[in-house]
């Protein structure tokens, strides 16, 4: 009968070859994951360069892609292509720098709606989406009045808001706010304003002290009517 030492023996023998094969598997599962690893990394390297060779090559179908979707006025779609001409290093083709400008101001300005809530956070995000952080450009927004809004006299002051923005930061209190009847209307975000009677063309100039920029928009000044006058004199006697 094998004595308690030798039994003890055994036993650690057999602890030990146990702990020795499980640790031989986790080697060597970690060396197949490992291989694997390289493996797969190595294959998307090379369908990366695949797809990088394949956007060179076909370079100028992707630009001019690019313009029709541009001219389109499709700015999402336009702009991931962008972002292709960014990642491999294509930045500078032909004009795809004023391109990608354009594409900018277009995609904050294709909705009258949009404009009023236009902010320096949003600006930046479109900007870095479409790689273009250094550029110096100014570009000015109203919020309101209204492109081709109508007031009555009774309705001043009207209240002018705009904003002027660029990848240096909000410029909104450089605004020159200027009619083409009555001429400069003063400075500033908002100004409160008394116009004259016609078809103004109302244009706010921005600058950051590099470039400047502006939008124009129309709007119209009438003399009350005199139904709504007679109204509001019955209103207020009740």
Known sequence: MPSKKTI?????????????????????????DLRSESIRKKAEQIEKERIKHEFIVNIDDQYNRLIKLFQA???????????????????????????????????LKKKLEFIPKIHLSEFL??????????????????RTPRYGQYFYTSDFPIIFEGIALSVAGDFSDTIVWVSDIDGNLGIGEKKAVKLSIG?????????????????????FIENEPDFL?????????L
């Open 125 to 142: 995000k479109l900007s870095k989406d479409i790689d273009i952080e250094q550029d110096d450009s100014t570009e000015v927004f109203i």
């Open 199 to 219: 078809e103004h063309e109302i244009t706010a100039t921005g600058t950051n002290g590099i470039t400047k920029g502006s939008m124009t928009i129309k709007i």
């Open 73 to 107: 006025k499709e700015y999402d779609k336009a702009i991931e292509i962008v972002k292709g001409f960014n990642k491999y290093g294509k930045s500078d083709y032909k004009n795809l720098p004023e391109i990608k400008k354009e594409i900018r101001l277009f995609s």
């Open 229 to 237: 006058i007679k109204y509001k004199k019955n209103k207020h006697k």
């Open 8 to 32: 003890y023996s055994i036993q650690v023998v057999v602890i030990l070859s146990i702990f020795f094969f499980v640790l031989f598997n986790l080697i060597f599962k970690l060396i197949i």
